[in-house]
């Protein structure tokens, strides 16, 4: 299948600095990219849809201005936490859709983001 | 809406038992169901998938078969093995472009020797 990948894979800040997540398809052209976030034992969040060459979609309640999603190419999003805070701790994970649209998705291996 | 709803965890088996995971859907149209699996750290893997009814999908040993008429997409496996322990997720597309899957909650599965 497809490969997506992130990086970092895993990073740790200190409170009110900025940190961003890439995620790239590594053998596809990804038309959109979704973001999820994961908290512990819990199910995966949708946080925003990608558009390639246009303004991400953000699910209600996720803060565009604290999450500023860019997807510059058909390869690569990425996702900036704006002044991280503890509570924006989490596991960030990122999926592909080809330009096909097929059903399938390909996930990222996930970022793990802790904020001191 | 659309959802997904999938057993509680978590579930604890020794080896070599019989798994069933079971997960039930609600959504307009024709969607295709799948489950992912995600081991301790890592992302999300595709474990299977059915895109219409009365498919069934297996990879790994593991099996599921969607049951439009009761809107199942229960996830079956004949011996479990120590290297199945994982998070295991049910989740629909509705086969919309741009769309984001819908998720279940997840099962835990440990499996002890």
């Known amino acids: 299948g497809a490969v997506v990948s992130q990086h970092p894979s895993r990073v740790i800040c200190k409170s009110g600095t900025s940190v961003k997540i890439e995620c790239r398809s590594l053998?596809?052209?990804?038309?959109?990219m979704f973001w999820y976030r994961q908290f512990p034992k819990q199910s995966l969040m949708l946080m925003a849809t990608?558009?390639?060459?246009?303004?991400?979609?953000?699910e209600q309640g996720v803060e565009k201005d604290k999450f500023l999603i860019n997807h510059a190419s058909l390869t690569l999003s990425t996702l900036t936490v704006t002044s991280a805070h503890p509570e924006d701790s989490s596991f960030y994970i990122c999926?592909?859709?080809?330009?096909?649209?097929?059903?399938?998705?390909?996930f990222g291996p996930g970022t793990r983001l802790t904020v001191l | 809406g659309n959802s997904v709803t999938q057993m509680e965890g978590p579930v604890t088996l020794s080896e070599e038992a019989f798994l069933t995971i079971n997960c039930t859907y609600t959504?307009?149209?024709?969607?295709?169901l799948f489950w992912y699996v995600q081991y301790p750290g890592e992302g999300l893997q595709l474990l299977l998938k059915?895109?219409?009814?009365?498919d069934k999908g297996s990879n790994k040993g593991f099996e599921a078969t969607y049951r439009k008429e009761t809107t199942s997409f229960h996830l079956e496996k004949g011996s479990v093995q120590v290297s199945d322990s994982a998070v295991y997720f049910c989740?629909?597309?509705?086969?919309?472009?741009?769309?984001?899957?819908?998720f279940g909650k997840g099962t835990t599965l440990s499996v002890s020797s």
């Open positions: 990608s558009n390639e060459g246009s303004k991400a979609t953000y």
């Open positions: 999926s592909g859709e080809g330009q096909d649209a097929t059903d399938t998705q390909y």
């Open positions: 959504a307009t149209g024709y969607p295709s």
């Open positions: 053998d596809f052209q990804a038309t959109t």
């Open positions: 989740a629909l597309s509705l086969n919309q472009a741009g769309t984001a899957l819908i």
């Open positions: 059915a895109t219409k009814a009365d």
